[in-house]
């Protein structure tokens, strides 16, 4: 990446940190009715508020791969399922369906009825 | 001194006296209706009216002004927006949507105050019961201030129902998620019935008419909540974690690198007109 596209996402990234609004609970930027399935290996679980969250390494046909990042249940409804901060772990396999972004970046919503707990497969 | 002022001078100090023992009693929980424990809603998630689908659905009683409010904030969703919901901001959703339980509240009942304490961005309700009157120069809150009276309805001398009224409201809120304005003025009353089913006392109503001049007429529903005997607690506050970012009229998430996606195809980024431009 050329140093000026870094300095933008950088510029983006700490703009993103001061001076936006930390927002939650729409689903408008999510493409709900094109759901997708993903699998990969989970890289990071946040048990936490608003939404936990999961960055996915997701490989590609041509062996690179991609870091998605997923928006869940908050805890409070997680708990209740059965799910801990422990339920899925770095390593982890990962398969989900999730409503990608529009703009077709690798993030997206997972948010299933019950999180299936058949679901980190641990290695 | 006369008979008759030495039996009155008596009874004034028996009154005298006797008032400040019964305030000293101890409380007599047995007194009360069984509403202490863990609450969690019977139905669907984040609907005002949960026996009605949301959004237009709800048939909420709006003005045409609030209606086309209404109208407007559902275009803006549709389009990709936050629309008028002041939630995804993390501010508390107030009264009386905070009633909607996205997730369970826990009722503590004392002498004097009964504590609604909503898992849910960690709401507070106090509802007072030993008789007050509303304050004139509180100032307003998402909450509101509550006052409630216990009525022992069926006369056998346990009370079985909490009326209460909540005022002094703060605004920006909303009946729900999709947006189902309230009025800008704050006037909001909101009146609410609590009592348990006859059959099953691990079922709890609650009767909420709310008053408000968004409104053509007072719009009362009917919740349900159905008593968790095996309580968990779970802290949620809200600005803890978060990937959507609202900046101006735009929503981004942010990636693995907490660095700024686009949300939408050909969707522009921030404005960085403040900040130095890259040398390159």
């Known amino acids: 990446m050329a140093s000026g596209s870094s300095a933008v996402l950088t510029g983006l990234a700490l703009l993103s940190m001061t001076s936006g609004v930390i927002a939650h609970h729409s689903f408008a930027m999510f493409d709900t009715a094109h759901p997708i399935e993903i699998s990969g290996v989970v890289k990071e679980f946040r048990y936490a508020n608003p939404h936990s969250v999961w960055v996915v390494e997701v490989k590609r046909s041509d062996g690179t791969s991609k870091d998605w990042v997923l928006e869940g249940p908050a805890p409070g409804i997680m708990a209740r399922q059965g799910v801990t901060a422990n339920t899925f772990r770095p390593g982890d396999a990962f398969r989900g369906t999730i409503s990608p972004l529009h703009s077709g970046e690798p993030g997206g919503s997972y948010f299933p009825p019950q999180i299936d707990l058949s679901n980190p497969i641990r290695k | ?197 006859k059959a099953d006392p691990d079922i709890l109503y609650n009767q909420i008419t709310t008053y408000d001049h968004a409104l053509t007429q007072p719009w009362t529903v009917l919740k349900t909540m159905h008593r968790e005997r095996n309580p968990i607690f779970v802290e949620a506050v809200c600005a803890e974690e978060n990937l959507q970012v609202n900046i101006g009229n735009e929503h981004y998430m942010l990636n693995s690198s907490r660095e700024l996606m686009p949300a939408r195809k050909d969707q522009p980024p921030p404005d960085l007109k403040h900040f130095n431009r890259p040398k390159n």
């Open chain 2, 1 to 197: 001194m006369s008979l008759r002022c030495t039996v009155g001078f008596m009874a004034t100090a028996i009154v005298l006296i006797s008032a400040p023992v019964a305030a000293q009693q101890p409380f007599d929980e047995s007194k009360y209706a069984a509403f202490e424990g863990q609450w969690m809603r019977v139905g669907p998630i984040a609907r005002y009216d949960q026996t009605k689908p949301p959004g237009g659905g709800q048939e909420a009683p709006l003005t045409p002004e609030y209606n086309a409010i209404f109208e407007a904030n559902l275009a803006d969703v549709a389009k990709g927006g936050f629309g008028d919901d002041p939630v995804y901001a993390c501010i508390l959703e107030g009264m009386p949507r905070a009633m909607n339980l996205i997730l369970p509240m826990e009722i503590i009942a004392k002498r004097n105050t009964t504590y609604f304490l909503m898992e849910y961005l960690g709401m507070l309700r106090r509802i007072h019961t030993d008789g007050r009157s509303f304050p004139t120069d509180e100032p307003p809150s998402w909450m509101g201030y509550s006052t409630g009276k216990w009525i022992d309805e069926d006369g056998d001398g346990r009370y079985d129902v909490l009326e209460i009224e909540t005022r002094n409201l703060k605004n920006p809120r909303t009946f729900d998620a999709s947006g189902i304005p309230l009025h800008r003025d704050g006037q909001t009353i909101v009146k609410e019935r609590l009592y348990l089913d």
